[in-house]
């Protein structure tokens, strides 16, 4: 059995994707251990409703060194799931290969700091995309810039707004987050 350890900022939708395709087999052997919150959310609300082990660890300087302190050695992935916080180098490169983030954009495009939420769906429709999507990656040190794992896109159309758009990366985010841990956790093609 995988134990993974899911961090969070949100209202955890993808936290409860994660929790439902682990019930349903979509992600094989694996189970959460923990789930961290840098800040009072509904995630957190979420890993207490199903009767995860959760904490929160107030976002800010010791953030890292403190998620360091309670992460259970055997973890065999970290998963970021609307998680705000910036890691240290120090902990990306103790964990390095078994961190992963959901970026809501294809990178490279619309990442690095500033990059997150609305502000990404915003830039999309200034810049007058064609396209917009999801991107599942591995976390260095680097904001956003790990190798991808898995992305997938979709037509942004004239009647796009930031809103509209969230919504459509959410449904693929939904789609391709399970694949992605499968995949590192198992180590199974997709
Ligand atoms: C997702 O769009 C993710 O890409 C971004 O934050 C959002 C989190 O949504 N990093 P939720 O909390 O999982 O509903």
Redesign the pocket.
Request: glycine content about 16%; overall charge neutral; some cysteine.
């Given at each position: 059995m995988k134990n993974i350890v899911v961090l969070?900022?949100?209202?955890?939708?993808?936290?409860?994707?994660i929790i439902d395709t682990i019930e349903n087999g979509e992600i094989r052997d694996a189970e959460i251990s923990l789930v961290v919150a840098d800040r009072e959310?509904?995630?957190l609300e979420r890993a207490k409703n199903q009767h995860i082990e959760h904490l929160l660890i107030p976002r800010g300087r010791n953030f890292s060194s403190e998620l360091g302190r309670v992460i259970p050695e055997n973890t065999d992935l970290i998963v970021?799931?609307?998680?705000?916080s910036i890691l240290k180098p120090e902990f990306c490169e103790k964990w390095n290969g078994k961190i992963i983030?959901?970026?809501?954009a294809l990178l490279p495009k619309f990442g690095g700091k500033g990059m997150?939420?609305h502000h990404?769906h915003h830039a999309v429709i200034e810049a007058g995309e064609k396209e917009s999507g999801?991107t599942v990656h591995f976390v260095t040190s680097g904001i956003d810039e790990g190798e991808a794992i898995l992305q997938k896109s979709f037509t942004v159309t004239q009647d796009d707004t930031p809103e509209t758009l969230?919504e459509k990366?959410?449904l693929i985010?939904y789609e391709i987050f399970p694949k992605a841990i499968n995949k590192v956790l198992n180590n199974v093609s997709i």
């Open positions: 969070v900022s949100g209202s955890g939708t993808n936290l409860q994707r959310c509904y995630g970021l799931a609307g998680f705000l983030n959901i970026h809501p997150w939420g990404v999801a969230a990366v959410h985010e």
